[in-house]
């Protein structure tokens, strides 16, 4: 018999009684969504001023009020838009979750509506308990004000039951617009809440015009430094370096590059990526502001803008970071204080010299809704959905930025490379005391001379110690790493072998001479790859940091044979012929052998990476290594076909922390460099068998020849 469908869990039982029901919210759902979607108060006021944008506003006030202007009693938002009639009032806004905006998508004047999620009336009962809203229509002689009491929504209550009262009569001031006075505000302000919400308010509205027609203004009187038209310091408007331009949606870069407002480097179409590969999270515009924060290079700054340095990297801090922008707004949270989504902080601590911190970057990127439909608010409203768009988004805004990197590399003298960027070291920087002793006492006192010297020793010395700090936190653990993984893959990899041993005598016995044939081919197969494993690891050996030192006698060519079989995967997936030319004699030398092989692999790896960024993925390619002898030693001509080094960046390529990879560390040849040093060296040429990049490295001394 067929299986019997097991029952509804509605006619398990016997009914006994029946009927419908609706759900019935508690009131104080209103609050809970409002803490849960609005994080703070100045996100809470920023929700308010997007309202009056989508009202067609051009312009919204915000007031602080009250007898004690330390103490404000209100917060009144008051903007010039279409207000609302009677009909709006009730039949939107008294409705949470109204699906008005999302019906229409812009406003009369084609504005992208910022708010179609209906958050303002949230916003407004996290900043008070109580609200008064007055709005007039555009054309309308009368106007409609409510006044909603939040105490109301409890949680004795239910969101249906909870009435509010509303009239309708004229409003004097107001021609047209909404003006919402929220009074008995839930928390104090403090002068930490204004600076916040100026920073908030400023960075609202994107920088690439988008929005011409909408200004947002703030009054508060215990800080008239803060109020008037909403507008960044001027210390974020002149950057050391800028980059400006957009990225099309096959990754092509057309922008302009400058340096202390002089155009250095225009863009025209410059291709990012790898060669057919498209931005997956659409195109966009971006604007990236720059400053060195070392002493030296803020100084020139403080002083135009009548600041101290603590006073600008102060700014900096507060306005620091890489913002989104879609269709004219910036999305929350990304470019707040701390908000490091990039990872650029972990990034600049791999490779100091060449990458930016965040705290070093105030950055735009703009999207829009149309063009990037797959970058989607959270639900929450804190930032995006972490898709994979998201994702591509994150790594093509670096490739920009890696633009902008290698410029200022280029033009900051080599000397600075290491100077304060980690806001760990900026509480070493003593010149603020400096300059108050020779203000107060004068250059030539004996104080001042003393903290004078011991600036610059300190000075010197932070910069060593964070030299050091950033390699060891890129390297940390490294060296141990490759001692575990070459001491504990040995027991698995013999048990294995053992096993695999033991299986096939079991199966030879159980199994006929047919079955047997037909498996002994798998079995060889595994056999093989184990015997690459063990192949790699005697091959990594050499490098665990207890023997990497030691001179042992080899072959040249098996080393230039091994570096090649440890790449073989890689260069069989790309399709990269290898030709190696060797004298009529071996060379057998005595050296570190680990030595020869770091600076091999590091070429060979060097070489299939630029390969495959210029050809393609699997479009092949060819690499020619050349050995010949040298009296008391020998010298190797690498070479490949790739699109070789730039011959501006030629003298920069040994450098430490220098590279042109998009995520690249640039240590490969900085380290070539240093461990041939002790035999010889490593040059760059531009004569070897391949028309791309051209290496020659001579171990003349101390090779045992």
């Known amino acids: 018999m067929p299986d019997t469908p097991p029952a509804s ?21 209103i609050s809970l969504i409002g803490e849960d979607l609005i994080s703070d108060e100045p996100v809470a006021v920023v929700e308010l001023v997007k309202n009056a944008y989508d009202a067609d506003a051009d312009r919204v006030t915000i007031r602080f009020e009250g007898d004690d202007p330390n103490a404000p009693e209100r917060v009144v938002v008051e903007d010039d838009g279409d207000g609302m009639t009677l009909d709006t009032v009730l039949g939107a806004w008294f409705e949470p979750g109204t699906v008005a905006k999302r019906v229409r998508k812009s406003s009369d004047r084609g504005r992208v509506y910022q708010g179609a999620k209906g958050i303002g009336r949230f916003a407004a009962a996290r900043l008070a308990e109580l609200l008064f809203m007055e709005t007039v229509a555009r054309g309308e002689k009368e106007g409609t004000v409510a006044l909603v009491d939040w105490g109301a929504f409890d949680e004795d209550s239910y969101l249906d039951a909870v009435t509010v009262d509303y009239e309708v009569r004229p409003i004097g001031d107001l021609d047209h617009g909404t003006r919402l006075t929220l009074e008995t505000l839930r928390k104090g302000w403090d002068d930490d809440d204004y600076e916040a919400l100026h920073s908030r308010l400023s960075r609202l509205i994107s920088p690439f015009e988008d929005v011409k027609d ?3 203004e703030l009054v508060v009187p215990a800080h008239p430094e803060l109020s008037g038209p909403v507008e960044p310091p001027e210390v974020v408007l002149k950057p050391i370096y800028s980059l400006e331009g957009h990225l099309d949606r096959r990754g092509h870069f057309t922008g302009v590059f400058k340096h202390q407002g002089e155009t250095v480097r225009e863009y025209a179409g410059e291709k990012l990526g790898k060669e057919g590969e498209n931005p997956l999270c659409g195109p966009f515009q971006v604007e990236i502001r720059v400053w060195d924060r070392d002493r030296d290079s803020l100084q020139p ?3 135009r803008h009548d600041q101290t340095i603590t006073d ?18 910036r999305v929350y949270p990304y470019g707040q204080k701390g908000n490091d989504w990039l990872g650029l902080d972990n990034r600049s601590r791999q490779n100091p010299s060449m990458h930016l911190a965040n705290n070093q970057v105030i ?39 890696a633009l902008l990197e290698r410029e200022r590399y280029e ?7 290491d100077t304060i960027v980690d806001p760990i070291f900026e509480v070493f920087d003593i010149g603020g005391t400096f300059d108050f002793a020779q203000a107060e006492l004068g250059r030539d006192h004996p104080v001042t001379k003393e903290i004078s010297q011991t600036q610059k020793r300190l000075r010197e010395g932070v910069e060593r110690v964070q030299n050091v700090y950033s390699r060891l936190l890129m390297s940390a653990g490294l060296g141990h790493m490759v001692d575990i993984v070459i001491h504990e893959i040995g027991a698995p990899l013999g048990k294995i072998n053992r096993k695999l041993t033991l299986l096939e005598k079991r199966l030879g016995d159980r199994l006929s001479d ?8 798998l079995v060889q197969d595994v056999k093989t790859w184990l015997e690459q494993i063990h192949a790699l690891r005697g091959r990594l050996d050499p490098q665990t940091p207890d023997k990497r030192g030691r001179a042992t006698s080899f072959s040249v060519e098996d080393e230039v ?3 090649f079989e440890l790449f073989d995967a890689l260069m069989q997936k790309q399709g990269v012929e290898t030709l190696v030319e060797l004298p009529d004699g071996p060379i057998q030398v005595r050296m570190s052998r680990a030595v020869l092989g770091q600076v091999l692999a590091n070429l060979t790896d060097n070489s299939l990476y630029w390969i495959r960024e210029s050809k393609g993925s699997g479009a092949g390619g060819r690499i020619h290594v050349r050995v010949e002898s040298l009296d008391g030693g020998f010298r190797i001509l690498f070479s490949d076909d790739g699109p070789g080094v730039d011959e501006r960046d030629r003298p920069l390529i040994f450098d430490s922390y220098f590279t042109r990879k998009a995520n690249g560390i640039g240590l490969g040849l900085y380290i070539a460099r240093l461990v041939v040093e002790p035999y010889g060296k490593i040059s760059y040429r531009d004569d070897c068998a391949l028309p791309g990049a051209c290496f020659e490295i001579a171990f003349e001394k101390s090779v045992g020849r």
């Open 312 to 329: 600008v990297r102060r700014v900096l801090n507060n306005y620091s970071g890489v913002s989104i922008y879609r269709d004219g707004f």
């Open 363 to 401: 950055a735009a990127v703009q999207i829009s809704r149309d063009a990037n439909p797959e970058l989607r608010d959270r639900s929450t409203r804190e930032g995006m959905v972490l898709n994979t768009e998201h994702k591509a988004l994150e790594r093509w805004f670096k490739e920009v930025l």
């Open 301 to 303: 700054i403080a002083e």
């Open 514 to 521: 047919a079955d047997m044939k037909a498996v002994s081919p």
């Open 411 to 417: 033009i900051r003298p080599r000397q600075d490379a």
């Open 561 to 563: 044979r091994d570096t």
């Open 214 to 216: 909408f200004e947002i």
């Open 9 to 29: 869990p509605k006619d398990r039982y016997p009914v006994e009684r029946s009927g419908t029901a609706t759900m019935r919210p508690r009131a104080r759902l």
